[in-house]
């Protein structure tokens, strides 16, 4: 029977057609599961962890690649903080592969494994090492001595700073149990800038500042503990491990956050004070006194010290426009609505103008 059905031409034309139409309404309904709503079709699927095992291994072994880029990123970092470039700094955390081994050791903590655990370890203490040394060597051969807004802003870390390694943490961690977003690895290592604050610590020590260096290694070890301790949050809540096993290195995670917002909460008031002084010194300035009518402000900056405030004031003014006097009267005048004492600097930079000669 089938042969015959096969061999009529008739039947043949009229299997094609049902063929077609079968395949017409399959394509159909493949669109119409697109386009419902229900895209299961796109979901996607957590990396398998023999998959993230192996991936976070290779990340965290000591390879000469590793070196030699973290070396490259130090110089790079150095040289864009002596020069007080941001975009050079940028560049530096780009190619800086130091968030490989920080990830490792959060996936760790999180599987309980301790051999990981070791090894990422290992390699982000030969990669601090490594990039403190190469960033004292870049600045001891370099020799300059100033100490710009660049490097200043990476030495009194606040909360603001435990914030945005906490979100980094999260995001680093995320970045990797999910194959189609892996390529924003680079922007976590941007948002959380952890070669830059290494840096400083190798220009603070060939400069012999240790202020500069204990706040750059405060801002370093406020990175480091809040990407480890969220990435493992991160990896526990999409069953990568369990509580069990990662209770005792989240308790020590926690223990030193602890002792770290200490310092970053009373940086954080300072800055707040700070703000809120400049503001109102601005305000003063502008709407009581008449001393910089003629004048151009160009920074205020305030520093809190025991029992009243440091202000210094950079202006742009014509020669021996501001008296000796004027400053004294504006100083009271701080002073006064401010309730405290200030201790007034005004650097004034000679301004001269010329105009020329109306002549038809």
């Known amino acids: 029977m089938t042969i015959v059905l096969a061999s009529n031409p008739r039947y043949v034309i009229y299997l094609r ?46 390879s000469f690649s590793f070196h030699f880029m973290l070396m490259l990123s130090a110089i790079i970092s150095t040289l864009g903080l002596l020069a007080n470039s941001v975009a050079i700094i940028i560049g530096a955390m780009i190619i800086a592969p130091l968030m490989g081994p920080i990830i490792g050791m959060a996936f760790s903590i999180a599987m309980g494994n ?45 909360l603001i700073d435990f914030g945005i390694a906490m979100a980094a943490g999260l995001a680093g961690a995320f ?40 706040g750059a290694s405060l801002l370093f070890l406020t990175n480091l503990i809040c990407i480890i301790f ?12 369990n509580l069990d096993r990662a209770k005792k290195g989240l308790a020590m995670s926690t223990a030193v956050m602890f002792f770290l917002g200490i310092p970053l909460t ?5 800055l707040i004070l700070k703000k809120n002084i400049s503001n109102q010194i601005s305000k003063l300035i502008v709407s009581d006194t008449e001393t910089f009518a003629n004048a151009d402000l160009k920074i ?43 201790d007034l600097r005004v650097e004034v930079i000679p301004m001269k103008v010329l105009k020329s000669s109306n002549k038809n």
């Not at 924003?184 to 959380?192: D, N």
């Not at 969220?230 to 491990?241: A, H, M, W």
């Open 17 to 62: 057609y049902v063929l077609r139409k079968i395949n017409r309404q399959l394509k159909l309904k493949r669109l119409w599961d697109q386009d419902n709503g229900n895209w299961h079709w796109i979901k996607e699927k957590a990396t398998p962890i023999p998959s993230l095992n192996r991936g976070l291994w290779r990340l965290s072994v000591p």
């Open 114 to 158: 301790r051999k990981l655990l070791r090894r990422s370890s290992f390699t982000l203490f030969k990669g601090i090492i490594l990039t403190i040394f190469a960033s004292w060597l870049t600045a001891s051969v370099i020799g300059l001595e100033t100490v710009d807004s660049e490097i200043l802003s990476r030495t009194n870390p606040t």
């Open 175 to 214: 970045t990797q149990t999910r194959r189609s977003i892996a390529d924003a690895i680079p922007g976590v290592a941007i948002a959380v800038a952890l070669v830059p604050p290494l840096s400083v610590i190798g220009i603070g020590m060939a400069l012999g500042e240790q202020e500069i260096a204990f």
């Open 230 to 241: 969220f990435g493992s949050l991160v990896f526990l809540f999409q069953s990568y491990g």
């Open 266 to 270: 009373l940086s954080m008031r300072e």
């Open 300 to 342: 205020i900056s305030v520093i809190p010290k025991k029992g009243y405030f440091q202000v210094g004031i950079e202006v742009a003014a014509p020669v021996d426009s501001i008296s000796q006097g004027q400053i004294d009267v504006v100083r009271n005048l701080l002073s006064g609505k401010i309730g405290k004492p200030i």
